[in-house]
C-alpha cells in the first residue's frame, strides 16, 4: 500500500513587494506601457517566500 505524507507549506511574500507593485503600476500609468512578464515573474521569485510548517510523520 503507498504511503500518503501530508506537508504544510506557508508562503508569504517579502516586505517590498507591495511598495514595489504600487510602483510600478504607478510607472505603467505614467509611461502608458507594461512591463514584461519575464520581469514581473522574475520578481515576483524573488519577494515569494515559502517554508515548510509541519513535516511528515515517520511511522514504523
Request: proline residues 7%; hydrophobic residues 50%; charged residues 20%.
Amino acid at each position: 500500500m503507498p504511503r500518503v505524507d501530508t506537508i504544510t507549506v506557508q508562503c508569504s511574500f517579502a516586505w517590498w513587494w507591495k511598495p514595489y507593485v504600487l510602483l510600478l503600476m504607478v510607472f505603467a500609468m505614467v509611461a502608458r506601457r507594461l512591463p514584461s512578464d519575464a520581469h514581473v515573474q522574475r520578481m515576483v521569485h524573488r519577494a515569494l517566500r515559502t517554508k515548510i510548517v509541519k513535516t511528515p510523520t515517520e511511522e514504523a
